[in-house]
């Protein structure tokens, strides 16, 4: 009978077998397009992720490999990906290939490129199994493609509008008013009007999930927890209330849970979505709150539906207008329908069930809470570490505000008048999203079809099954489209009213306007050189969300207040070591924590 070593090395021998014949088929593939190709000899699956992408490797991968080696080793692996910056497609241009022993993967960061792909969504289709995670609830826009994808944008897109933009100022300016407020009680300094920060995540994570529910979901919580914990039943609003227990029938509070789910998505899936039906739970009592967490989040936004579907007069705003927020948008598509009651001629597309609101209620939460929680760290680090960026924006701010009714008090700010104004925080935010972008890799594939690109002058084919990666660190960087002072963090670059930026020389160029650059006070770079929205058909729906709640958090705290590190050595170096070391496990981001005082002016 043969040992078990003998097993384990005919599976091993197998296995070798299998990778050298998928590596030497790549191979051959990336050698046919004529395209430059760099060879990365181990499968770019779970293997790599466990090996390369412990926190221990990359750095010793920095210290004992040559640069070039270490990027190849990187490149394949999402997580550190944005570390290499441009540095291969410099090397090897605007497109290449990654061969694997698993995998054929296109990198791209030639602009002219990225704008074809992303306008041919038959061609290059999103590979939206690797979005299966956040099928919570079953399908949502972000996890479909085709016609289903059609269906979920159809009744989602017009939600996100200016009504509801100006909900997402008030919500912005009423949490970040409250939140100095926290900060300034608990956490104090010895010297005046000054307090020290340590915990900007956790606080920027819950201020940015805040903003969510009150603009997004219509739940307004107080950044301040409520001092009490419910011990009755609440009614279907107060229930949302961030308490320091949950309601009653809950494991979870709202603002929690939501939490939760967000770190623990892996656990969570795994729970609810893997683990056989037939195991009873009881046997697996160390996934009891990944249960719990899944049965309460998905209670929440039934209740959110219930609420957005019977709104009250309060929930009308000082214009008359009604408010919009998100649900209560999806709602509308189906009360759109002539007659709610009459079944549908076949083919006619009815609004959204409950089911897939629900779904996509908790999509918008994921997409858009850690994107924006991410911008703001990555901007109150960098104001501090540049002040005399901060002394910009805070003249810029200070000139849009002077204009303004009560220009003292934020929470009297208008939406309409004010936001256009206010052009130097936007251009910070262009361009934190520009060198550190949340989301830094926009993933297409070429389907079960070979697609064409126009690269160089040449057709180029690429064969079905073929991953692209819109690679926004090779084009964020690119000293091509963005100047010599490509990897300078250089926020008036963007400004129109800086003739001498390198952008400035787009200026007659047409077509130039592209997701989050509708604007006319900046200057816009070459189309598809600058996609921390993506672009094209499946552009970012809360785009203009994002920036009008960065735009307005950073309007009212630096408007008050200086930003530094805190004094003593090495606290620059700290600070430049935490933006180097951010890596992107769902969106990037600091794993360091910066210290920040803030002062007031
Ligand atoms: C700085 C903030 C944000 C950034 C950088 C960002 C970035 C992106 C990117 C790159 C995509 C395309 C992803 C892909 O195709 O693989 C996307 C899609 C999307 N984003 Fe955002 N996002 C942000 C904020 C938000 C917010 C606040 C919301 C909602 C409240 C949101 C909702 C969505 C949705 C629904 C999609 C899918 C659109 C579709 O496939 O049709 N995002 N976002």
Not at 179 to 199: I, R
Not at 287 to 313: E, K
Not at 359 to 369: I, P
Request: overall charge neutral.
């Amino acid at each position: 009978m043969a040992s078990w070593t003998t097993i384990l090395l005919g599976i091993l021998a197998i296995a070798t077998i299998h990778y050298a014949q998928g590596l030497y088929r790549h191979l051959r593939h990336a050698q046919r397009t004529g395209l430059p190709y760099i060879v990365a000899p181990y499968p770019n699956g779970l293997v790599a992720m466990l090996i390369f992408e412990s926190s221990w490797i990359p750095h010793l991968l920095d210290k004992v490999l040559p640069v070039w080696l270490a990027d190849i080793i990187r490149d394949p692996l999402t997580n550190y990906r944005w570390t290499i910056k441009n540095r291969l497609h410099q090397r090897l241009g605007g497109v290449y290939l990654i061969v694997t022993p698993n995998a054929v993967i296109c990198s791209v960061a030639d602009a002219a490129v990225v704008s074809q792909i992303v306008n041919a969504r038959n061609e290059f289709p999103k590979p939206v199994w690797q979005y299966r995670v956040i099928e919570f609830y079953g399908p949502n826009l972000i996890t479909c493609e085709d016609k289903e994808w059609a269906h979920h944008r159809r009744h989602t897109a017009s939600t996100f509008n200016e009504r509801n933009n100006q909900l997402v100022w008030a919500e912005t300016i009423r949490q970040t008013t409250e939140m100095l407020l926290d900060w300034k009680e608990t956490c104090p300094s010895p010297a005046p009007n000054t307090f020290t920060v340590t915990d900007l995540s956790d606080n920027l994570t819950k201020f940015s999930l805040n903003v969510i529910s009150g603009a997004g979901f219509g739940v307004q919580i107080p950044f301040k927890p409520a001092p009490a914990a419910p011990t009755k039943a609440l009614d279907s609003r107060a229930i949302f209330q961030d308490t320091p227990s949950p309601p009653p029938g809950f494991t979870f509070t709202f603002r929690s849970v939501v939490a939760y789910t967000d770190i623990k998505i892996r656990s969570v899936v795994f729970a609810n979505l893997i683990l056989p039906r037939w195991i009873p739970r009881v046997c697996v009592p160390f996934l009891r709150l990944d249960f719990d967490a899944h049965r309460d989040l998905r209670s929440y936004l039934q209740r959110l539906i219930a609420v957005g579907a019977h709104p009250t007069t309060d929930d009308n705003d000082k214009d008359g207008l009604a408010r919009e927020n998100l649900i209560e948008g999806m709602l509308a598509s189906r009360t759109k329908k002539e007659d709610a009651a009459a079944p549908e001629p076949s083919g006619k597309d009815s609004g959204l069930s409950d089911r897939e609101i629900i779904s996509n209620m908790h999509a918008f939460t994921l997409a858009g809470h850690e994107t924006t929680e991410t911008s703001l760290r990555f901007a109150f680090v960098l104001l501090a570490l540049h002040q005399d960026v901060q002394q910009w924006m805070y003249e810029g701010i200070i000139d849009a505000t002077r204009g303004e009714e009560a220009d003292d008090d934020p929470a009297q700010w208008d939406y309409a008048s004010l936001f256009p104004k206010l052009v130097t925080p936007l251009c910070v935010m262009l361009e934190i999203m520009r060198l550190y972008p949340p989301v830094v890799t926009v993933p297409k594939w070429t389907g079960s079809t070979p697609s064409h690109i126009h690269y160089s002058g040449r057709s180029i084919l690429l064969s079905p099954d073929l991953n692209i990666n819109l690679n926004m660190n090779g084009l964020h960087y690119s000293t091509e489209y963005w100047g010599a002072d490509a990897e300078q963090f250089s926020p008036v670059r963007w400004d129109a009213t800086n003739h001498d930026s390198f952008l400035a020389r787009n200026a007659d160029l047409p077509g130039l306007t592209a997701p989050g650059l509708e604007y006319r006070t900046v200057h816009r770079p070459v189309r598809g050189a600058y996609i921390p929205f993506s672009d094209g058909f499946r552009a970012c729906l809360g785009k203009k969300f994002a920036q009008v709640e960065v735009v307005a958090a950073l309007a009212v705290v630096f408007r008050l207040y200086r930003v530094r590190l805190v004094a003593g050595e090495g606290a620059v170096e700290q600070a430049r070591r935490a933006l180097e070391g951010s890596v992107s496990v769902v969106t990037l981001g600091m794993v360091e924590e910066v210290p920040l005082v803030f002062e007031r002016r």
